[in-house]
């Protein structure tokens, strides 16, 4: 087992550019806010969807900044239209798409004490299930719950409609992908009974291609940048993280379609 920190203004990533330390089976991982550790389970030699990489911690840490100083954060504007730490308002639902370990989902579901569902393909799930069960107690300590479901993106079937608010760390990865992830997040977020909901994905850019799924977004998303890394040595660029917001036009046209 290898300890960790998320990143922070003192802590530093171990690993490479874009991922961490993958000759380790357990990690942990230090959340500030909460003062609590969570543990991530990896197994790289299973495939990309089985380890940490960047963009991950970045939204993690953005989440952990969240908890700790809600006024001045990037997540702001989103979080605060949804929900209050601490306050009685509903719990806020969650739903994560290509989890990987699961690390954001958890760490949201700690730290908003929230309802979190953690998706990816059905041969990930069972890695998702172990490291949702190792973090259970620290997630209901804060009032938050996690569950897990497979989802292929594209398949309308698999997307749940009770949703408030969706996450992902570099998804946008495969192009064959980028149709059918956008697919999914026209269900999940364009529904005529909330206007409220929102996707925040946390990006490392690697190649141009990538422009595609951008311009093809912006059709139907408003896309803001919220938040800029610095670059990791030897980088040109930093891991970004985007809002998506339904353009009114898009739901107008949803509210008339299923009116």
Same mark, same amino acid.
């Given at each position: 087992m290898v300890s960790g920190?998320?990143?922070?203004?003192?802590?530093? #990533?171990?690993?490479?550019?874009?991922?961490?330390?993958?000759?380790?089976?357990?990690?942990?991982?230090?959340? =500030?806010?909460?003062?609590?550790?969570?543990? #991530?389970?990896?197994?790289?030699?299973?495939?990309?969807?089985?380890?940490?990489w960047l963009p991950a911690t970045t939204l993690v840490t953005l989440l952990d900044n969240y908890r700790r100083d809600p006024i001045n954060s990037p997540l702001t504007h989103t979080l605060s239209s949804f929900t209050s730490i601490g306050s009685d308002s509903p719990r806020l639902n969650i739903v994560e798409l290509g989890s990987g370990t699961g690390i954001v989902g958890i760490a949201a579901a700690a730290m908003l004490g929230a309802n979190v569902t953690l998706t990816d393909l059905p041969n990930v799930t069972e890695n998702l299930k172990f490291n949702a069960d190792a973090n259970a107690q620290v997630v209901a300590r804060f009032g938050g719950e996690v569950h897990v479901a497979p989802l292929r993106w594209g398949e309308a079937g698999d997307v749940g409609r009770d949703v408030d608010l969706v996450l992902?760390?570099?998804?946008?990865?495969?192009?064959?992908?980028?149709?059918?992830?956008?697919?999914?997040?026209?269900?999940?977020?364009?529904?005529?009974?909330?206007?409220?909901? +929102?996707?925040?994905?946390? =990006?490392?850019?690697?190649?141009?291609?990538?422009?595609?799924?951008?311009?093809?977004?912006?059709?139907?998303?408003?896309?803001? +940048?919220? =938040?800029?890394?610095?670059?990791?040595?030897?980088?040109?660029?930093?891991?970004?993280?985007?809002?998506?917001?339904?353009?009114?036009?898009?739901?107008?046209? +949803?509210?008339?379609?299923?009116?």
């Amino acid at each position: 087992m290898v300890s960790g920190n998320l990143r922070g203004e003192e802590d530093e #990533i171990d690993g490479e550019e874009n991922e961490l330390d993958d000759a380790s089976d357990l990690q942990m991982y230090r959340i =500030h806010s909460i003062e609590s550790t969570v543990v #991530i389970r990896q197994l790289p030699s299973q495939g990309i969807s089985f380890k940490l990489w960047l963009p991950a911690t970045t939204l993690v840490t953005l989440l952990d900044n969240y908890r700790r100083d809600p006024i001045n954060s990037p997540l702001t504007h989103t979080l605060s239209s949804f929900t209050s730490i601490g306050s009685d308002s509903p719990r806020l639902n969650i739903v994560e798409l290509g989890s990987g370990t699961g690390i954001v989902g958890i760490a949201a579901a700690a730290m908003l004490g929230a309802n979190v569902t953690l998706t990816d393909l059905p041969n990930v799930t069972e890695n998702l299930k172990f490291n949702a069960d190792a973090n259970a107690q620290v997630v209901a300590r804060f009032g938050g719950e996690v569950h897990v479901a497979p989802l292929r993106w594209g398949e309308a079937g698999d997307v749940g409609r009770d949703v408030d608010l969706v996450l992902a760390s570099d998804v946008v990865y495969h192009e064959h992908l980028y149709d059918p992830l956008l697919k999914t997040l026209r269900l999940m977020l364009l529904d005529k009974e909330s206007n409220k909901r +929102v996707f925040l994905m946390a =990006h490392l850019k690697r190649w141009k291609k990538e422009s595609i799924f951008f311009r093809k977004a912006r059709k139907v998303f408003d896309v803001d +940048v919220l =938040h800029c890394d610095d670059p990791q040595e030897g980088s040109r660029i930093g891991v970004v993280v985007y809002r998506f917001a339904p353009k009114d036009h898009t739901l107008k046209n +949803v509210l008339s379609n299923e009116g």
